[in-house]
């Protein structure tokens, strides 16, 4: 029996981020994932795709705002 497994979708292709996938949790802006072997992950992002029938599961980070980037400011300096 095959189990699914989660790839991140970024501009360059689809990248495998868990493979073998029992438990796949959202929590909040967060998805906890665990496989087969008892790894887990947490991932900050979103679902876009899950296809039963080629065990896959597409993710997508989610965007930084520009004020959550370390030293960017949208104001003055004094």
Not at 12 to 19: D, I, K, N, P, Q
Request: hydrophobic share 30%.
């Amino acid at each position: 029996m095959c189990k699914p497994s989660a790839f991140i979708r970024e501009q360059s292709g689809e990248v495998l981020y868990l493979a073998d996938i029992d438990e796949l949790r959202c929590d909040g802006e967060e998805l906890h994932l665990k496989n087969t072997y008892g790894e887990e992950r947490v991932f900050d992002g979103e679902i876009l795709e899950v296809s039963l029938l080629n065990h896959r599961i597409i993710l997508k980070r989610r965007q930084t705002r520009p004020s959550d980037s370390a030293g960017f400011s949208l104001g003055r300096s004094s």
